[in-house]
């Protein structure tokens, strides 16, 4: 499995609930993230992300766009909590050391219900 199938497999797992085995399987000794919400460690985010499910089990994400270079990725998604909801704009850079995920960050924005922009966010 190459890089951008890693990060959108793990992606995929922690929306669908699966972040104990998302962690054991693809993150790499020494992991950071820069998470504002959470201390910088895996730990702290892994159970972040597993609250996170707990609380919106319906959660979806409909991956748009991947881009790669060298050891880094690129994922641009669509993610709901619930279907009947706009969800959120969201773009997650992961770094490998190998096909490990080494270090994470996440950018995202609400999707507006209305918005000028005939291109949308997508």
Sequence with gaps: MNRKEIAKKFLRMVATGKVDQAYERFVGAGFRHHNAYYPGDADSLRKGMADAAKQFPRTTIEIQRTIGEGGLVAVHSHVKHSPDEPGFAVVHIF??????????????????????????VF
């Design 95 to 120: 770094r490998f050391k190998g096909t490990k995920i080494a270090e994470f960050w996440d950018v995202g924005m609400e999707v507006p219900k209305d918005s000028p922009n005939r291109h949308g």
